[in-house]
């Protein structure tokens, strides 16, 4: 059996009532699922805290302590929050036992911010034909985004396909006529990525030269000099992790100076600082959340008050640790959903809720950029902010949103 870490949210969540189980119940004008009571709500999770993906364990610790803490502030509408999240180690065998126990024995409410392509697709079946909300997934697969196939699916991350199209909208603004060379992991996750840029660009730019790489690769080396030599004005860079190191790296050793895009979920302090300051500076990447570490933040409500709870509740995890904010952001959204379901605690009007976020906002957001997911279009934002990276994890943002339209 792999692991179990239950995180609950507070010693009283543990104890408080009983989750009435079985058949919906209305009781004084409140209505029940299983995983709600008078005096609980059951959310569950499956996440990485082992193996490759371990880093991203930072994302449920962090919701841990929010829930942790506001079960001391009194919970939700008086109901305490029992946060149940089980290592998968980013395995889709596991992932599919931990997601029939939290639905089977545990019976929570909903999963919300589960994490990976591969394993979340692994149970996204069950979980519709079960009818479990299956919430704000940490992955950001155009798949997500399938409202008449999969309605108990929605994402909470900017979807590829999206963020592709950005890209290349604000490229062709800047730079039209640009001459793009690509590197792009050769998975679901660098094919979306680039099939989205393209269409989007379409007569805007031309894409002179592209490579790709597996996972398996050591490095990228070889493939940056051949794009080096495509004589490209433009570098698309849809890498991620020490790839994306690699990649900036090879190209300052190169002397190649292309006006260089990043996806956004390689732009991270801890991507940039391993490819070297001069390297990765004047990156321009697509951001949605507030970079810790940038010192135009440090006064800003939302980043103190996560390094408030990040300093009572979460010392191991580093200050400038963006995947831990991250998660923190999507349980304040979690909040604000159950505190709009009211007394009516269904998975159906879970959903509902959480699928009419147009125009919410969490700390963690930046200044002009709300959530827009319709209960016809699941995607959790339609544009993105713009920025370009400074060193010393500084970023200078043009501020005005850039839409995928």
């Known amino acids: ?229 495509s004589g490209a004005d433009v570098f698309f860079n849809a890498s991620s992790g020490k790839f994306t190191s690699q990649a900036v790296k090879k190209a300052h050793e190169l002397d190649w100076k292309p006006f260089q895009i990043l996806i956004s979920t390689s732009s991270g302090t801890t991507i940039l600082s391993a490819a070297g300051a001069e390297a990765a500076r004047g990156i321009v990447s697509a951001h949605y959340i507030k970079q810790l570490g940038s010192p135009q933040w440090d006064d800003d409500p939302g980043v103190q008050a996560f390094e408030a709870l990040r300093a009572k509740r979460m010392p191991n995890i580093s200050k400038d640790n963006s995947i831990a904010f991250i998660g923190y952001g999507v349980a304040v959204l979690m909040h604000q959903i159950l505190e709009r379901c009211g007394d009516e605690l269904t998975r159906e009007n879970l959903l509902r809720q959480a699928t009419s976020l147009r125009g919410m906002v969490t700390p963690p957001l930046l200044p002009g950029l709300s959530y827009a997911t319709t209960p016809e279009d699941y995607s959790p934002f339609n544009a993105m902010i713009m920025g370009t990276y400074q060193g010393d994890g500084a970023w200078d943002y043009d501020m005005t949103p850039v839409s995928a339209g």
């Open 1 to 229: 059996m792999d692991r179990r870490h239950f995180l609950a949210a507070g010693a009283a969540a543990l104890g408080a009532g009983f989750a009435l189980r079985g058949a919906p119940a209305i009781a004084k004008g409140k209505k029940y699922d299983p995983g709600a009571s008078d005096s609980e709500i059951r959310l569950g999770q499956t996440i990485p805290y082992s193996g490759a993906g371990s880093v991203y364990g930072a994302v449920g610790h962090a919701q841990a302590a929010y829930f942790d803490e506001l079960n001391e502030k009194g919970g939700i509408n008086g109901r305490k929050i029992r946060f149940i999240s089980l290592d998968d180690a980013y395995s889709p065998p596991k992932t599919m036992e931990a997601t029939r126990r939290l639905v089977e024995q545990e019976e929570v409410l909903g999963l919300f911010s589960s994490l990976g392509t591969a394993t979340q697709a692994a149970v996204q079946k069950y979980l519709n034909n079960k009818k479990v909300p299956q919430l704000l997934l940490n992955a950001g697969a155009p798949r997500w985004n399938n409202p008449k196939q999969f309605p108990w699916t929605t994402p909470g991350l900017p979807l590829y396909s999206v963020e592709g199209r950005i890209l290349a909208n604000y490229l062709a603004a800047r730079r039209p006529g640009s001459r793009v060379a690509v590197l792009y992991q050769n998975d679901e996750f660098g094919r979306d990525y680039l099939k989205a840029f393209r269409e989007g660009l379409g007569s805007r730019g031309q894409i002179v030269a592209e490579a790709h790489y597996d996972l398996t690769d050591a490095t990228v080396d070889s493939q940056m000099i051949n794009l080096a030599r």
